[in-house]
């Protein structure tokens, strides 16, 4: 149980365009979905916490309109990256809970996003 | 001060050998703690959690807690050269912080 599915696993953008990014979890609700993104050789950052029906969470110094986060339904938030420049290239992993804080998070299998 | 520091690597152990992932984190409020494991390319996947102070052992794994000293730990037994990947400590409040992680390579 507790399966995080996340779609598209990689994608190639020109830059200026911009991407989605999907994150379902399958088999459980989750009123709150997290946001990472991973740089080479670097440990996973938070982004933002999506929460069900409300406005996501940024973390410290991540731009909120360059990154869309929208939460419509407890098996569901999307990431959008808009405008998006070669910089923005990384692997983005979603990730949820089935329970409340204490349980662990289960991660989709990641998205690499490449930025030509 | 980060809020996750795990011990520098890279580490390297020979096969059938005991390594040992240390991890120290800041935040006292800290409720729970987790092992995760990825391979290079692929989201991490849990190996251990950890909610109150002693060990836990889980196959060849066990993991440490040390809440007074703010250290988690994790041990790792009879490794074997499919065990070679980055280890990352996580540390929740409510939401999870990661350290920047281990690379453990387990030689034949």
């Known amino acids: 149980g507790a399966v995080v599915s996340q779609h598209p696993s990689w994608v190639i953008c020109k830059s200026g365009t911009s991407v989605k990014i999907e994150c379902r979890s399958l088999?459980?609700?989750?009123?709150?979905m997290f946001w990472y993104r991973q740089f080479p050789k670097q440990s996973l950052m938070l982004m933002a916490t999506?929460?069900?029906?409300?406005?996501?969470?940024?973390e410290q110094g991540v731009e909120k309109d360059k990154f869309l986060i929208n939460h419509a339904s407890l098996t569901l938030s999307t990431l959008t990256v808009t405008s998006a420049h070669p910089e923005d290239s990384s692997f983005y992993i979603c990730?949820?809970?089935?329970?409340?804080?204490?349980?662990?998070?289960?991660f989709g299998n990641g998205t690499r996003l490449t930025v030509t | 001060q980060k809020e996750v520091e795990q011990n520098s690597g890279p580490l390297s152990v020979p096969e059938g050998a005991i390594a040992s992932l240390n991890c120290t984190y800041s935040?006292?409020?800290?409720?729970?703690f987790f092992w995760y494991r990825q391979y290079s390319g692929k989201s991490p996947e849990l190996i251990m959690s950890?909610?109150?102070?002693g060990d836990k052992e889980d196959g060849r794994f066990t993991a440490q807690l040390n809440k007074a000293s703010q250290y988690v730990s994790l041990l790792i037994r009879d490794s074997q050269p499919s065990d070679s990947a980055t280890y990352l400590c996580?540390?929740?409040?409510?939401?999870?912080?990661f350290g920047a992680g281990t690379r453990l390579t387990v030689k034949p």
């Open positions: 990730s949820a809970r089935p329970g409340k804080g204490a349980s662990p998070l289960h």
């Open positions: 088999d459980f609700q989750a009123t709150t």
């Open positions: 999506s929460n069900e029906g409300s406005k996501a969470t940024y």
């Open positions: 935040d006292r409020g800290s409720q729970s």
């Open positions: 950890i909610y109150s102070n």
């Open positions: 996580a540390v929740s409040r409510g939401d999870m912080r």
